[in-house]
């Protein structure tokens, strides 16, 4: 499974919007970019995933760029819940996921 | 509805013992994973089921470790001799048949070895 880098750390203040970067630059044609969150204690949570297009949930976007080497996570409004782990992840044929270090977000008041 | 769940949330066991970690995936959920996560770090592939059947293994991370799954439902993982180095939040998660339907984890079981 090809490999994404994100930022170790990021920092947002409450209630304006989060961009959480990821690199992969070796994604081949047939891997989806997904993006799961984990809050303190807790098992990782589903956030969003895509191929091509630029998608939208209740939860966040994910914008792709169009070579498909990188994506961005956008919270658009941060709230203190928001604060966790967020990973990055290329899932190909084999389903599995393979978990990084992810981005540790820390949401300020 | 009802989430995955994972029981024991906590346990403490003595070196050399075995233990069994169990889990209810999401009724209907075919895919069923187990991950572990050291203090600190990412989350590591250990076993995949499809159904009954295991067709990926490869992040077991010795013969100490085997898993099972019956009636395409519950499944345990089972550490023989326990390590220290097997201290860890053990997760569970199941998903939906087909193209990369969202993995739904449970809490973990956290596992000291004393």
């Known amino acids: 499974d090809a490999k994404t880098t994100q930022p170790n750390s990021m920092e947002s203040n409450e209630e304006e919007p989060v961009h959480l970067p990821c690199n992969h630059s070796t994604i081949s044609g047939t891997d989806y970019i997904h993006w799961y969150r984990q809050l303190p204690s807790q098992g990782p949570e589903y956030v969003i995933h895509g191929l091509t297009s630029n998608v939208n949930n209740r939860m966040a976007s994910l914008a792709i760029a169009e070579d498909r080497k990188s994506s961005t996570l956008i919270l658009h409004r941060a709230t203190l819940r928001d604060a966790a782990v967020y990973y990055c992840?290329?899932?190909?044929?084999?389903?599995?996921?393979?978990f990084g270090q992810g981005t540790t977000l820390q949401v300020k008041p | 509805g009802a989430g995955v769940s994972q029981s024991p949330s906590n346990k403490v066991t003595e070196k050399g013992k075995d233990v069994e970690l169990r889990c209810d995936p999401i009724s209907g959920h075919t895919a069923l994973y187990w991950y572990r996560q050291s203090l600190g770090q990412g989350l590591e592939f250990l076993i995949y089921?499809?159904?009954?059947?295991?067709?990926?293994k490869s992040g077991l991370p010795s013969d100490r470790f085997s898993a099972e799954r019956t009636g395409g439902s519950v499944s345990t993982l089972t550490i023989q001799r326990t390590q220290q180095e097997d201290s860890a939040v053990y997760l569970c998660?199941?998903?939906?048949?087909?193209?990369?339907?969202?993995?739904?984890f449970g809490n973990g079981t956290r596992l000291t070895v004393t």
């Open positions: 998660a199941s998903s939906l048949e087909g193209q990369f339907p969202p993995l739904h």
């Open positions: 992840i290329l899932r190909g044929n084999t389903g599995k996921l393979i």
């Open positions: 089921f499809q159904g009954n059947s295991a067709p990926d």
